[in-house]
Structure formats: C-alpha cells, structure tokens
C-alpha cells in the first residue's frame, strides 16, 4: 500500500524557515517523480513544486527562490526547505506522487501537515 | 501562474447528471492531454478521479467522465450519489513544466 506521510509544519515567525519531510513507502520511490501542493484555510489547491526522478527541480513562481525541494532516495523521502516565510505561505502542505499511469496527474497524497506563518 | 477557472459551484439532484467545466490557455488546457481531475471532502485529501484528460485510475467508478474541446476540459458525473457531495478540482500541465490547479467547484447533491 502505498502511503506518504508529511512532517515539519508547526507555527514559524514571517521571515523564517520551516523544512517539511515526506516519508514515502508501498512503492520505489527513486521511480517516481514527486510532488508538493498546499491548500491555504478555506481555499483551493495551489502547486507547488516538483523533483523528478533524476533529482531536477520547478517551482510555482510564487515560491521560486525561497523554497527548495530535494529528495533522498535511499530514505525514500521528499523534502522542501522554506525559506523567507511569509503569512500567505499558511497552508496545509501535502506530498503527493506523480501518477503510476499518468506521470502528469497526482495519484497518492499524504495527508498534509499546516503551516503558520504569523507573529 | 493563473488559475484555471471553475464554477464555484454546482448542484444536481440525486441520479441526476452534472458538468463542471474548467477553462485554461493555449499554455496548458489548449496544448497538452494532461488534465486531471481531483475530489476533496472535508477535512481530507484529494483524490484522483480522472488523469489525462479522460482517463479512471481503478477503483473509480465509471459515473465519472472527463473530456476537453479548446481551452475548456469538462467533468461529467452521472447517477449523482450522496457520496459524491465534495469539492473538486481540475489541474492541467503547462509550459515551463508546472502545474495549475483550477479554483475548485462545491458540487451539492441535494
């Protein structure tokens, strides 16, 4: 079965850092690429990032240049460094992987772990 | 990077029939096959219900369609159940290997 399980978010001061986890298990994750998707309270989804198999990274062009988004393979995990926080980066942040059938959709989302940028 | 736009919301009587449509740019919906489709209830995650413009990962009941023409991508959910009372959302590829996601339509099953 595959599941992904996101970790890191907690409440964090605007101009500060957080780095999200996503522990990844039920499929070869160095396979897949990976994604991250945040959802602020009472909105839609937005997208986020992505790594692909081969470890390169895109970005939405509302966080290129303060996240980062990397993955270990031999940890089976996905990660995103953020940095430069700011009250509209609050959001339930969710790992998600690209779809087995197809490599453009979002087959396995975690269940998210919220953000709280605020003073 | 835009939103697609969806309607806010849509409604249909039980074993009824909706369409939510989903419209985008030459830059994603108009270019590439890769719209997907994604169900959210309360307090959940979201689900795939249609990759690739049309196509149901298993498991997915075939009440669920997807189709597109032009710049607008479009899910069909017939035999409306209870069940299917959620949020849902499209997403599409688009140039410069990125993802957007539309707004999101509240379907209420009344």
């Known amino acids: 079965e595959v599941q992904l399980v996101e970790s890191g978010g907690g409440l964090v001061q605007p101009g500060g850092s957080l780095r999200l986890s996503c522990a990844a298990s039920?499929?070869?994750?160095?396979?897949?690429?990976m994604h991250w998707v945040r959802q602020a309270p009472g909105k839609g989804l937005e997208w986020v990032a992505c790594?692909?198999?081969?470890?390169?990274?895109h970005y939405s062009d509302s966080v290129k240049g303060r996240f980062t988004i990397s993955r270990d393979n031999g940890k089976s995990s996905l990660y995103l460094q953020m940095n430069s926080l700011r009250a509209g980066d609050t959001a339930v942040y969710y790992c998600?992987?690209?779809?087995?059938?197809?490599?453009?959709?979002?087959?396995?989302w975690g269940q998210g772990t919220l953000v709280t940028v605020s003073s | 990077q835009s939103a697609l736009t969806q309607p806010a919301s849509v409604s249909g009587s039980l074993g009824q029939s909706i369409t939510i449509s989903c419209t985008g740019t030459?830059?994603?919906?108009?270019?590439?096959?890769?719209v997907s489709w994604y169900q959210q209830h309360p307090g959940k995650a979201p689900k795939i219900m249609i990759f690739d413009v049309s196509y149901r990962p298993p498991g997915i009941s075939d009440r669920f369609s997807g189709s597109k023409s032009g710049n607008t991508a479009s899910l069909t959910i017939s035999g409306l159940q209870a069940e299917d009372e959620a949020d849902y959302y499209c997403s599409s590829y688009k140039s410069g290997i990125t993802w957007v996601f539309g707004g999101g339509t509240t379907l209420t099953v009344l």
């Open positions: 030459s830059s994603d919906i108009g270019t590439y096959k890769y």
């Open positions: 998600a992987r690209a779809g087995s059938s197809g490599w453009y959709s979002l087959d396995h």
């Open positions: 790594v692909r198999t081969g470890g390169d990274p």
């Open positions: 039920g499929f070869t994750f160095r396979t897949y690429d």
